[in-house]
């Protein structure tokens, strides 16, 4: 198999086993963050497909590790979904549950607001240099999404995110199944740019989504999968969701944020108002503030000191007074 390619159809599950791959959602949600679905559903629908499951709740763990516990037979990659202080999703996999549960404790449980869903106190620099620590595969969600707000390439372009980070991701998602196909399209070149390893999921909200997005590798373990993806031997195969399929997961969204309306509120504000604001003002004291304008004046000097010196400059001829103006002068000092 040619790896490292995306394909924009429906993937074919029965296909995919009885060609000996394994089939994963990288990328979906429960009942333990922003939507209702219950662990038991999620678990009948991923056995029936025949596919392995990422359970990557919002800044949360429980329900990955419940998946686990009670589904030995299924696939379950630890991971979650975190929401960083800039409002990029990064996609967090880890080759144990006991890491998972270790990073998760240590780092994102205590830097969740008032809406456990959404923004961390944690940056993408520091979830980067964090992560280090572990043994673990790092994806931006969505790179390309709607709204902008929540996209990794967003928070680069209002300056929130350096692109030195680039480095020290593993992948990218490329298809994700609650994107538009262009958006999907934009994350796939991207991926290619930045020569990284491409994943994909459903970011079901609904049951029915579950498995519209998967990715495709060897290996039937944790390690196997993540070792494989990391090497960029993986495919994704999936397409997204229609638009009259959209309404209910917006709903269920909606809904559940709704449980934290007054944090919510602070949190868009934070993000949409007051982070751009603080950064134009670095960005202004940067090209315009005291430092630069005394860099701009010792340059001139130094300009100038140059100048003359080739030129041989003396100083300007010494102008004599015209005889009328100097005898005036005489003339008012003696009176």
């Known amino acids: 198999m040619n790896w490292q390619s995306a394909v924009f159809q429906k993937p074919q599950h029965n296909s995919i086993l009885q060609n000996g791959f394994a089939a994963i959602d990288m990328h979906n949600h429960s009942e333990y963050s922003d939507t209702t679905t219950p662990i038991r559903t ?8 025949g596919i392995g499951i990422a359970l990557t709740d919002h800044n949360e763990v429980a329900g990955n590790i419940k998946l686990a516990n009670q589904n030995p037979d299924l696939l379950v990659i630890p ?30 449980k205590d830097s969740r607001g008032g809406n456990p869903n959404l923004a961390t106190n944690v940056s993408v620099t520091d979830l980067l240099d964090i992560t280090k620590n572990y043994n ?21 372009e209002r300056g929130f995110v350096d692109k030195s980070v680039l480095k020290s991701l593993d992948a990218v998602e490329v298809i994700c199944g609650a994107n538009l196909r262009y958006m999907n399209k934009c994350a796939l070149d991207w991926t290619e740019e930045l020569n990284k390893a491409a994943i994909g999921g459903s970011d079901a909200h609904t049951l029915g989504s579950l498995g519209s997005v998967v990715t495709v590798t060897e290996g039937s373990t944790i390690e196997e999968v993540l ?33 934290y309306f007054k944090p919510t509120m602070k949190s868009q504000y934070e993000i949409s ?21 005394a860099l ?12 003359s010196e080739e030129l041989e400059f003396r100083g300007y001829p010494k102008i004599k007074r015209p005889m009328l103006i100097h005898k005036f002068e005489t003339f008012i000092r003696k009176k």
Do not use: W
């Not at 990064?90 to 890491?99: A, G, R």
């Not at 701009?296 to 100048?307: E, I, K, T, Y």
């Open 42 to 49: 999620i678990a009948k629908k991923a056995r029936k497909l």
């Open 296 to 307: 701009q004046r010792r340059g001139l000097v130094q300009g100038l000191s140059h100048l």
């Open 79 to 108: 991971g979650l979904e975190i929401t960083t202080k800039e409002m990029a999703h990064v996609l967090t996999y880890f080759y144990t549950h006991d890491e998972m549960c270790d990073f998760f404790q240590k780092h994102i």
């Open 273 to 293: 108002v007051k982070m751009p604001l603080a950064n134009t003002k670095k960005l202004l004291a940067k090209k315009l503030g005291p430092e630069k304008r």
């Open 136 to 156: 673990c595969v790092i994806a931006p969600a969505h790179p390309f999404a709607f709204p902008k707000r929540f996209s990794f390439i967003s928070a680069m």
């Open 227 to 259: 070792n494989n993806i990391k090497n960029k031997k993986s495919n994704v195969i999936g397409t997204e969701a229609k638009l009259y399929q959209r309404a209910v997961p917006m709903a269920k969204i909606a809904s559940c944020h709704l449980r």
